[in-house]
């Protein structure tokens, strides 16, 4: 296992590939109560940004509890290949950013339907955790 701090000008392009080939996601939040909430989305890193994005519709219980910062974890995995984003997510609902996290994920995954309550989660990566066949 590696784990790093993100440079995002010089992202290993290993990691870059996987993290941008298609492959279904988890996304950890915290309940009120302190347990995990873990549920499959879509994730879509945003070098430009230097975060990650996740889209999902306003009333989502993902949602409700990052609705103040939180920490959070991504993880997708493919066979042997595994990846975690740590870090810090926050909704955002501004139609700029919500466009720029529909663009993200237009681009990895597909357009998504339309969902006039959309918001999207922004996740600041703090640490990128990887299998070493990443």
């Not at 296992?1 to 993290?19: E, G, I, Q, R, V």
């Not at 810090?88 to 237009?106: E, F, K, L, Q």
Request: aromatic share 6%; proline share 8%.
């Amino acid at each position: 296992m590696t784990s790093w701090t993100p440079d995002w000008d010089d992202f290993p392009p290993d990691l870059l590939a996987f993290w941008t080939e298609r492959h279904l996601c988890t996304l950890t939040t915290i309940r009120p109560d302190g347990r995990p909430h873990v549920v499959p989305v879509g994730v879509a890193l945003d070098r430009d940004e230097r975060c990650a994005w996740v889209i999902t519709g306003g009333s989502s219980r993902k949602a409700a509890h990052l609705a103040s910062p939180g920490p959070v974890a991504a993880c997708q995995v493919d066979r042997a290949r595994w990846s975690t984003l740590e870090g810090t997510g926050v909704v955002v609902a501004d139609p700029a950013s919500v466009a720029r996290a529909v663009a993200m994920y237009a681009a990895r995954y597909k357009v998504p339907r339309e969902n006039p309550s959309r918001v999207a989660i922004r996740i600041e990566v703090t640490r990128i955790l990887s299998s070493r066949r990443v």
